[in-house]
């Protein structure tokens, strides 16, 4: 049934299909576009086209959808080696094996970590709620630990505290610091300690906190600073971390975790 005080009125149908779990609203707009949305029976391909769910049956190639389950937030620790997708047509590991998908249909990922990267990485049903946190007028803090080649200086910290040029252009200004082993977050990616370089030349780890979600951006922004990535790890989104979660496993964010995330989209 719907959340406690929800009230479905009529509404655009993308909105209801992002609702729904199909998709994203972007997402849904394509599904709409491309003639495999319809309404009581007939194609509905323009956008702005308005639904009454009390009345109206929608269909995604061919199969019924419906906002009348309350939607699901999973958070995963994601471990090494797994593509963020749900499907994958070369048959690689899926984080979509590592979530309840079959349970909790229309579960999607909320932006993307990169195969060999590690850490936090949210789920949900809701399609409005995951495109709004993805959206970067929101500034929804990220954050990463990164093991890198050398040591960064006090300025080239500063650069990356004042935004990198990448190249598909400036990064926004980040949060940047070294930490040091006694920090809990080191040992994830540096088990074993830093390490060394090819020149006899002393690793280190870095903290960095982004609100955008650019291809690879952080191994982007560290390189520029002339620190090549060794491995990757994001801790935090948002108001989320990841707490009591083992690596490779989930759990259901709870009621306060839910209204934080729904906080960020509605400041």
């Known amino acids: 049934m719907l959340d406690e005080g929800e009230r479905i009125v009529p ?3 993308q909105r209801f299909l992002a609702r729904a779990g199909v998709a994203s609203r972007r997402g849904s707009e394509r599904l709409m576009t491309s003639g495999r949305v ?17 009345v109206d049956v929608v269909t995604v190639d061919g199969r019924p959808c419906s906002i009348t389950e309350r939607s699901r937030y999973v958070m995963l620790y994601k471990p090494q080696g797994y593509i963020t997708t749900m499907s994958d047509p070369q048959g690689r590991p899926t984080v979509a094996e590592l979530v309840p998908s079959r349970e909790f249909p229309g579960l999607f990922p909320v932006g993307r970590l990169d195969t060999d ?3 936090l990485l949210l789920f949900t049903t809701n399609g409005n709620l995951g495109q709004e946190l993805l959206h970067p007028s929101r500034h929804v803090d990220k954050h990463y630990v990164a093991l890198v080649r050398g040591v960064p200086t006090r300025r080239e910290l500063e650069a990356l505290r004042r935004g990198v ?4 252009g400036p990064a926004a200004p980040a949060k940047a610091e070294i930490l040091h ?3 809990p977050l080191f040992s994830v990616v540096a088990p074993h300690g830093a390490g060394v370089d090819g020149g006899g030349n002393p690793n280190s780890v870095v903290g960095l906190t982004i609100h ?4 690879h951006q952080v191994k982007k922004m560290l390189m520029a600073i002339g620190h090549r990535v060794l491995r990757l ?3 935090a989104f948002g108001p989320l971390t990841l707490t009591g979660v083992q690596e490779g496993r989930w759990r259901e964010l709870n009621e306060a975790e839910v209204g934080a995330l ?3 989209c509605t400041r």
Do not use: I
């Open 11 to 13: 509404m655009r149908l």
């Open 38 to 54: 319809r309404v009581n029976g007939v194609v509905v391909s323009e956008l702005g086209s308005k639904v009454d769910p009390s």
């Open 117 to 119: 990267t590690t850490g």
């Open 165 to 168: 040029m990448m190249d598909e």
């Open 181 to 183: 082993e006694s920090d």
């Open 212 to 215: 955008e979600g650019k291809k």
């Open 233 to 235: 790890h994001r801790d």
């Open 262 to 264: 729904e906080a960020l």
